[in-house]
């Protein structure tokens, strides 16, 4: 059973689109990150959201902690070929010690 | 400057080889793990360590052993590959640090990933 339930799954757009990718749970998380993965890379994080009703900004990219802390978004605008990759959001417990739970993942293509 | 490092960058087996991959990071990161990585699945922890000499199960452990001998390296091995274990396989850590479990959220930082092949 996924806990983090991710989508869409694949997205494709063009450039100067605007798009938004969910990150749905049925339990509370302590906090929530988004990756984004690169071909033939790792995952590398770009936000972690803490607080409910949480929302950060990273240039062109929001994201929001749902107020209940069982979701989260990340919105584009914009959208650049730069912006291309795997999203991946990634939710933390501390009742589940050191470890993340990580959703399915968002394949993001922007073309230009 | 390297972070975290994974050999063998690809590797190619047939079924009932044997094979160990290795992770090593330069950041005395406390936590280190082993994920596997399969198309719509997103990332699966097979094992995970809290410390030197400690190891724990994650949610996929079957068909791995890990070690953790020195605390800046954690090793996976494969004792009889079996085509399921084909998967791109990512190494990760992360501080231990009571202060940065709070504030920081167990950020991890991950290597560049081992794509496995069993035939």
């Known amino acids: 059973t996924q806990l983090l339930e991710q989508s869409p799954q694949f997205l494709s757009i063009q450039e100067g689109e605007n798009l938004t990718v969910y990150c749905n749970s049925s339990?509370?998380?302590?906090?929530l990150q988004w990756y984004r993965q690169e071909p033939g890379e790792g995952p590398v994080l770009l936000v972690t959201?803490?607080?409910?009703?949480e929302v950060k900004k990273l240039k062109r990219l929001t994201f929001q902690f749902g107020d209940a802390r069982k979701d989260s978004s990340l919105h584009i605008t914009a959208a650049q070929p730069g912006d291309t990759g795997l999203y991946l959001c990634a939710g933390y417990k501390e009742t589940s010690g050191s470890r993340l739970t990580f959703g399915e993942g968002t394949q993001l293509t922007v073309n230009p | 400057n390297a972070g975290v490092t994974q050999t063998p960058k690809f590797r190619v087996l047939k079924t009932g080889q044997s094979m160990t991959l290795l992770c090593a990071q330069d950041?005395?990161?406390?936590?280190m793990y082993w994920y596997r990585q399969d198309p719509g699945m997103g990332l699966r922890l097979i094992h995970y360590s809290v410390g030197e000499g400690t190891t724990a199960k994650g949610e996929v452990p079957d068909g791995y052993n890990v070690s953790r001998l020195k605390k800046q390296n954690f090793l996976l091995g494969l004792e009889s590959a079996a085509p399921s274990q084909t998967s791109v396989y990512f190494c990760a850590s992360s501080w231990r640090n009571e202060m940065w479990l709070r504030v920081a959220k167990n950020i991890q930082y991950f290597g560049a990933g081992t794509r496995l092949s069993v035939l």
């Open positions: 339990s509370v998380f302590s906090s």
């Open positions: 950041m005395n990161h406390e936590y």
């Open positions: 959201v803490v607080t409910g009703g």
